[in-house]
């Protein structure tokens, strides 16, 4: 199952009624946003690549639930974990450029021969749970990883 399908599985698929970006962001100067039609199609709000095949994502997901921070981050963890077999190399506490509190949870995970990075930072809010995705390739990924991390400190929520 792709990380897309799982985020999209641990969030029940609740995309619906999340017309419109409620985000801000700025993609790094080498990267291009890719077709508005896939990205819906996929449950993005954005998405970007590099040349190098790196890809930062924006998911908005309503929060009709209402489960706080720690419940999604503890449902993403788990889902990747156990279901992904991604392995959480490192956690930390971001701040997006419009003041909101996230959390960033950073793996990594082995393909045949090749490592990959995947991180998620989540923020939520009361009506919105915004989850920025950036990953690749170990190598191209780390090449790159000041800039996706700006990009995320970047958000700007609204």
Request: hydrophobic share 40%.
């Amino acid at each position: 199952m792709s990380i897309r399908a799982m985020v999209i599985a641990i969030v029940l698929g609740a995309c619906a009624g999340c017309a419109g970006r409620h985000f801000e962001l700025e993609t790094p100067d080498d990267f291009v946003e890719l077709d508005e039609g896939a990205q819906e199609r996929r449950g993005y709000s954005l998405r970007a690549t590099s040349a190098d095949g790196i890809v930062i994502g924006v998911r908005e997901i309503e929060n009709d639930r209402e489960g706080s921070r720690d419940f999604w981050v503890q449902a993403i963890r788990n889902r990747l974990r156990r279901a992904g077999g991604y392995a959480l190399l490192e956690e930390s506490e971001v701040r997006a450029a419009s003041g909101e509190t996230g959390h960033q949870m950073r793996f990594g995970r082995d393909e045949g021969a090749h490592p990959y990075a995947y991180w998620v930072t989540v923020f939520v809010r009361d009506d919105r749970i915004t989850l920025v995705e950036a990953g690749g390739r170990r190598e191209p990924f780390d090449a790159q990883a000041d800039a996706i991390q700006r990009t995320i400190a970047g958000v700007r929520l609204r």
